[in-house]
């Protein structure tokens, strides 16, 4: 029996509704207002009254209006056809709503996340009289480049036997492919797509394993000094304007992972509609197909409802998880994890709740911390590896990271890319702090040589800072080179453009093959006669590099370029740092 | 016949309840005081409660005054007779032309679906070169001028409506002061832009309440406008009195604050008003400028903060100058790539170069000896300050970026600019 309510209070995006039946936390309610149904959560059960979070504007409802409930958690619809998809917080299809309703988001308008029309190519791969458990396949579809599985539903919890399977053919999501049977005989119908509650993950894996392998990102900056590993976890905090989107979009583009998947959280609609308009025209160079083919998109931005903010993380981690299990590799981006926190934020003071620190509540670390747990590189039960990595934006308060989502988000990620307000000012892209971040993950290159050029970088921002208190007059001319060393580092090698073509993306074996000079420079022994030489002579070296960082990738441009920045470094360099020797020999 | 409620149960602040039935959320009320009728609308329902925001504030309702409940939402009339017209924060005629009653519009209407967006295409030409150069401003921007109380914003402002090529100009107005009011309508007067203009004024010395009204009216009548295919210039000035009336009603609420008394929905409820701005496929268009103040010069406050993170960027005004640090419009590589192609190269690299003055003039005040590159810096600061940043330059973008390459042959060699080789050859002024 479902059970009914009535409305007895209105405080912003929270009702209170006076309950007749059972009803369970997390269900999913509709409130009936003139001739709309307004999706709603439970999210507190005080007796025989509740409050719910409503996922739509509350303008309208009156005091004695009525509720249904649903008996169902809030839940996502899973499989074949989420791929290319823009879907709201809530799984709605944006682009086929604005058919139903035009410009506008008119609420109370809900339509199936999976099209029921499209027939799928479906060959099976189960067998009658086969004992069969969650996660195990049944049939595969091709989806885009992917060949899709269909699982048997993650909720079925026992083993079965397959009493019926499809043959090959055309089925629509809806179709029944599949029969199974339990050990008491009772039969249960499977169908290509099945609903899982969003806030539970998905554990259909026999181990998790270690993040490890190169989560490659084609940014310089995070691929050889703060790497990220598939199935581990990052954070980019940075105040407003620094570059978290941009480095996010740059990434969504670039990153050589089976699938992305967008979480606009609580942020601008406008740069959404830039991946939108992009992502159909560019070409994934891995599959040869557009980049959306490999894309979801779950839009949830800052003028959409709050409550369905807070759900639409949980559904871009759920699908994630679910083509995980595929043994694929799934790359979730979430912009920004601050207005997701911001969210509850609003929910819990409507609550009364007791806050916490800003007001934020006190379950606030425990919330982030059980997010970025579901990331991960798990074995499957056939032994096939998949991954999910999450990469979440943090946008702090006054951009001062000693707040609390930063510090709760710091305290569960393996890498954290900190962006300056100084260096995005200078507009030193991607504005990533070189000094303050770090990564637990292995970089893409010889970790040596990567210290080795760190520990320059490190020296040569030492010297400035001294140069900021004695002047370059009281510097050695030793470490005034030390200090254009690392000054020309930053400027050649951790600078990116993300604008330029060519620039915007470099592939590991260009990083690679680009960082031998890097070492060779770093480890160049000059002799100048005075300061301002060694400013010309460095200043006409990194012109050289930025040339030769514009070109194709081994195009005749790109070896002319190359023996011009050789010649240039080779006028004054006098030998070279036996340990930079040995790192060009062992090869980095 | 509405029910007419006589009873106040409570008056805290600008926040009365009565106890009522069949009342909606949202709905307006008409309290009828000793001062004369003023507007209420529904923030809270609890039980039998309702509590309201009253326009006019609390001061001198009576418990026994009047409460009568209008049925729907707050409303605004709509149609071509608003234009050279100005109102009150409550939608009543500041002029002295009629009350318009004919077709009503609800305000703070649903926001736009993202799926029918389109990427912004469209450069708005200010002759500014911070802006036009630096911080090119699109079409469907949203983007408010950072500013310390005391700077010339609202001239700023002005001349940007005035160059603008826009069709109708929407002036909100919240806690502005009469002057203020008084210099926007001579300025849209003198420059014959009053018939393209509506405005919609809450000044400094009108109840909090009405502030409050001001952007979701202004708001609604222009995407009415657009949808009709206007491109509509929306000025909304000062957005942090805007914010500071949410503050009072929150804590007479007693909301817990989430920063500085501020509500926790202070960003939400900043970005439901700024994400109005858009540009309809096949119709047309709503840019936002704002001016957001800050208290102390402090870009942290907590409103310059929320809204920097909900706006495509900001003007950072100081010192009578658009700061070229803090300043950013996020906008501008949809466009700057259309002009011309040094257009980027100069942008970035102008701006690096006059990081490196900023840090020669450090070390200078320091007493520091300046080297031959340090006084290469300076010179070059102060003819940046000068060409580029003075804001009574008006000059198209092209005459900036010939400018732009002319002050760096004068300080620089051309491998000390970190341009690249190949614009260099073409762009390097001949002789130099
Ligand atoms: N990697 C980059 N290369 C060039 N410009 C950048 C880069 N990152 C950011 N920018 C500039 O800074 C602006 C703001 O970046 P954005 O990513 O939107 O900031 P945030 O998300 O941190 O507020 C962009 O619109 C762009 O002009
Ligand atoms: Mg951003």
């Known amino acids: 029996m479902k059970s009914v309510g009535k409305i007895i209070g209105v405080n912003g995006n929270m009702v209170t509704v006076q309950v007749a039946g059972t009803i369970s936390m997390n269900e999913v309610g509709y409130i009936l207002v003139d001739d709309k149904k307004l999706k709603s959560e439970v999210i507190r059960i005080l007796g025989d009254s509740c409050q719910m979070q409503v996922f739509e504007m509350t303008k309208g409802i009156k005091v004695g209006d009525e509720v249904e409930f649903t008996k169902e958690l809030l839940a996502v619809e899973l499989g074949p056809g989420l791929l290319k998809q823009v879907y709201d917080g809530l799984q709605n299809p944006l682009p086929e709503l604005a058919e139903a309703a035009g410009f506008f988001l008119e609420r109370g308008i809900y339509l199936k996340a999976l099209d029921r029309d499209v027939l799928w190519d479906f060959t099976p791969i189960a067998n009658v009289g086969d004992t069969v458990a969650k996660a195990d396949k049944l049939g595969t579809v091709p989806e885009g480049p992917f060949t899709h599985e269909i699982m048997v539903p993650f909720n079925l919890l026992k083993n079965y036997k397959v009493k019926e399977i499809k043959p090959a053919g055309q089925y629509k999501v809806d179709d029944v492919v599949a029969r199974l049977e339990d050990e008491k005989g009772n039969t249960i119908d499977v169908k290509m797509y099945f609903e899982w509650p969003v806030k539970r993950a998905i554990d259909c894996?026999?181990?998790?394993?270690?993040?490890?392998?190169?989560?490659?990102?084609?940014?310089?900056?995070?691929?050889?000094?703060?790497?990220?590993?598939?199935?581990?976890?990052?954070?980019?905090?940075g105040p407003f304007g620094a570059g978290k989107t941009v480095l996010q979009q740059v990434t969504s583009k670039n990153a050589e992972v089976d699938i992305v998947i967008i979480a606009a959280c609580g942020e601008r609609a406008g740069e959404v509609v830039e991946t939108l308009k992009e992502f159909p025209e560019l070409i994934d160079p891995k599959t040869g197909n557009s980049l959306m083919e490999r894309t979801v998109i779950i839009c949830n931005t800052s003028s959409m409802p709050v409550a369905s903010r807070e759900a639409s993380v949980y559904t871009a981690v759920t699908i994630a998880e679910y083509y995980r299990q595929m043994g694929l590799n799934i790359l979730l981006l979430a912009d920004s994890t601050s207005r997701w926190a911001q969210a509850m934020r609003e929910m819990s003071g409507r609550l009364e709740e007791i806050p916490g620190e800003e007001a934020f509540p006190a379950y606030l670390e425990s919330v982030i911390a059980g997010f970025y747990e579901r990331a991960g590189i798990v074995k499957l039960k056939d032994g096939r590896e998949g991954s999910v990595t999450i990469g979440g934006t943090v946008s702090p308060a006054g951009g001062n990271f000693e707040e609390p989502v930063t510090q709760a988000t710091l305290k569960v990620v393996g890498a954290f890319h900190g962006l300056s307000r100084e260096r995005s000012d200078a507009r030193k892209y991607p504005a990533i702090d070189p000094m303050d971040s770090w990564s637990k993950y292995p970089s893409v290159l010889n970790i040596d040589a990567v210290q080795y050029a760190r520990k320059i970088l490190f020296r040569g921002s030492e010297i400035e800072a001294m140069m900021k208190v004695v002047g370059e007059e009281g510097t050695a001319l030793e470490d005034y080179v030390i200090y254009l060393k690392s000054d020309f580092l930053d400027a050649v090698y951790l600078q990116q453009n993300s604008f330029d073509p060519v620039d915007a993306a470099v592939i590991v074996e260009r990083q690679r093959h680009v960082f031998s000079h890097i070492v060779d420079i770093m480890g160049a022994e000059f002799s100048f006669d005075s300061k301002n030489e060694a400013r010309t002579f460095f200043n006409g070296l990194r012109q050289a590099f930025i040339d030769f960082n514009g070109v194709e990738w081994q195009s005749t441009e790109?070896?002319?370029?190359?023996?011009?920045?050789?010649?240039?470094?080779?006028?004054?360099k006098v030998s070279l740092d036996s340990f930079a020797a040995e790192l060009l020999k062992a090869g980095v | 016949m509405r029910k007419v409620y006589s009873k106040i149960e409570t008056i805290a602040g600008n926040v009365i309840s009565v106890k009522a039935t069949d009342v909606q959320y949202g709905e307006l009320a008409r309290v009828s005081t000793a001062?004369?009728?003023?507007?209420?609308?529904?923030?809270?329902?609890?039980?039998?409660?309702?509590?309201?925001?009253?326009?006019?504030?609390?001061?001198?309702?009576?418990?026994?005054?009047?409460?009568?409940?209008?049925?729907?939402?707050?409303?605004?009339?709509?149609?071509?007779?608003?234009?050279?017209?100005?109102?009150?924060?409550?939608?009543?005629?500041?002029?002295?032309?009629?009350?318009?009653?004919?077709?009503?519009?609800?305000?703070?209407?649903?926001?736009?679906?993202?799926?029918?967006?389109?990427?912004p295409r469209n450069m708005i030409r200010t002759g500014i070169p911070m802006i036009d150069l630096f911080n090119t401003l699109v079409e469907s921007q949203k983007l408010p001028i950072f500013s310390v109380s005391g700077e010339p914003y609202n001239q700023l402002l002005s001349r940007i409506a005035m160059q603008a090529e826009v069709d109708l100009i929407i002036l909100g107005g919240m806690g502005l002061k009469y002057d203020d009011y008084l210099f926007f309508k001579e300025e849209l007067e003198n420059g014959g832009a009053m018939s393209r203009t509506i405005m919609f004024v809450h000044t400094a010395s009108d109840p909090v309440v009405e502030s409050l009204m001001v952007p979701d009216i202004s708001l609604a009548v222009a995407e009415k406008f657009a949808l009709q295919g206007k491109k509509v210039l929306v000025l909304l000035t000062d957005m942090t009195n805007f914010a500071d009336a949410m503050k009072e009603i929150a804590i007479t609420q007693e909301q817990v604050p989430s920063n500085r008394g501020y509500p926790g929905d202070l960003y939400s409820q900043?970005?439901?008003?700024?994400?109005?701005?858009v540009d309809f496929e096949g119709?047309?268009?709503?840019?936002?400028?704002?001016?957001?103040?800050?208290?102390?010069?402090?870009?942290?406050?907590?409103?310059?903060?929320?809204?920097?993170?909900?706006?495509?960027?900001?003007?950072?005004?100081?010192?009578?100058?658009?700061?070229?640090?803090?300043?950013?419009?996020?906008?501008?590589?949809?466009?700057?790539?259309?002009?011309?192609?040094?257009?980027?190269?100069?942008?970035?690299?102008?701006?690096?170069?006059?990081?490196?003055?900023?840090?020669?003039?450090?070390?200078?005040?320091?007493g520091f000896n300046m080297s031959a590159w340090d006084e290469k810096l300076l010179k070059y600061g102060s003819q940046f300050e000068k060409g580029m940043m003075d804001l009574s330059v008006n000059i198209p973008l092209e005459k900036a970026l010939d400018l732009g390459w002319e002050i760096m042959a004068s300080c620089f060699e051309k491998d000390e600019t970190g341009l690249k080789t190949d614009l260099i050859n073409r762009y390097w002024p001949k002789g130099k």
């Open chain 1, 205 to 237: 894996y026999s181990e998790r394993l270690k993040p490890t392998k190169p989560m490659v990102t084609k940014v310089r900056l995070v691929d050889t000094f703060l790497p990220v590993a598939l199935g581990g976890t990052y954070c980019i905090p």
């Open chain 2, 270 to 277: 900043l970005a439901s008003r700024y994400e109005k701005a």
């Open chain 2, 283 to 366: 119709s047309g268009s709503i840019t936002i400028l704002g001016v957001t103040t800050m208290p102390g010069d402090d870009v942290t406050h907590p409103v310059p903060d929320n809204t920097g993170y909900i706006t495509e960027g900001q003007y950072y005004l100081k010192n009578g100058r658009i700061e070229p640090f803090g300043s950013l419009s996020r906008l501008k590589q949809q466009v700057n790539d259309k002009t011309r192609d040094d257009h980027r190269a100069i942008m970035d690299g102008m701006i690096k170069l006059y990081a490196a003055y900023k840090s020669s003039l450090e070390k200078k005040s320091m």
């Open chain 1, 558 to 572: 790109f070896f002319s370029k190359e023996k011009v920045l050789v010649d240039t470094l080779n006028k004054k």
């Open chain 2, 35 to 119: 001062y004369g009728d003023t507007l209420a609308e529904v923030i809270k329902l609890d039980g039998e409660l309702v509590s309201m925001q009253v326009f006019a504030g609390g001061r001198g309702i009576s418990t026994g005054d009047e409460v009568r409940f209008l049925g729907n939402p707050m409303r605004v009339s709509f149609s071509d007779s608003l234009q050279g017209r100005i109102f009150d924060g409550s939608g009543k005629p500041r002029d002295n032309g009629p009350e318009l009653t004919d077709n009503l519009i609800t305000i703070g209407g649903p926001s736009v679906n993202p799926a029918k967006r389109i990427i």
